[in-house]
Every structure is written in structure tokens, then in C-alpha cells.
């Protein structure tokens, strides 16, 4: 699996962000898909908006969040999003791309994290 990159959906685009994937449910406010240059939007990888309410009620519970995201993941839809992208990660380069602030806490820093993980278990 090629590493997964983090970015902030309004940094400008690059050559080495490879396939730019957003990973938030909501489109990003403010911005065009050609302006954004976004590939794929895999709503379904995303946290329920239940989850993402509670969190951004209470960021203080990040790991709590982190594990009840790893969670959703498992079940459902998230689950035929999640191969889509393993199958990217083997072809190269991936840029999960996200509107949130904060840059250390948000939905693509857990879920490339947690993917991260998985991969590694599998091997």
C-alpha cells in the first residue's frame, strides 16, 4: 500500500497529492470541484453525522471519536468505500482530502490512521 497523504481540501493541489479523494460527507463550502481538483468523493467513508455532531460538540474526545469511526467503518457502506480505496493505495500515491480546521484532529487524519493499521495487520 502507498503511503496516505492528509491535506486540507483548500491548500492548492500538487503533482505528488497523486488521486485526491474527499473523505468529508458535506462538500466543502466555498469551493468548485475544478477548483478543488478532487478525483473521488467517497461520502461513504465518512463519519454518520451523528458521530461527526457529537465530535465537533466535544473535541476533547479525540480518541473516543477515533474509535467509534473505526468502528462505522467496519459495517455497511464504509466497507465497499474502504476497498475502493485500498485499490487506489495499490496504484500509487493517495491524497485524503478534508474542510475540517484543525489539521492534528479531524476525519482523514483517523481514517488514514486507521488504515494505516489495518494494512499493516494484514500483511
Avoid at 72 to 89: H, N, R
Avoid at 91 to 106: C, F, M, Q, S
Amino acid at each position: 500500500m502507498k503511503p496516505l497523504r492528509v491535506k486540507r481540501v483548500y491548500e492548492p493541489s500538487s503533482e505528488s497529492d497523486g488521486v485526491r479523494v474527499l473523505v468529508d460527507r458535506l462538500w466543502p463550502r466555498g469551493t468548485s470541484k475544478e477548483k478543488a481538483k478532487i478525483d473521488l468523493w467517497l461520502k461513504d467513508i465518512s463519519p454518520s453525522d451523528a458521530l461527526r455532531k457529537t465530535y465537533h460538540a466535544e473535541p476533547e474526545k479525540w480518541e473516543q471519536f477515533c474509535s467509534a469511526y473505526a468502528a462505522e467503518l467496519t459495517v455497511g457502506p464504509p466497507v465497499s468505500a474502504t476497498k475502493t480505496l485500498l485499490d487506489l493505495c495499490k496504484v500509487g500515491p493517495i491524497t485524503l482530502l478534508y474542510a475540517a480546521r484543525d489539521e492534528e484532529r479531524n476525519n482523514a487524519v483517523a481514517l488514514r490512521d486507521w488504515m494505516e493499521r489495518r494494512y499493516k495487520r494484514r500483511r
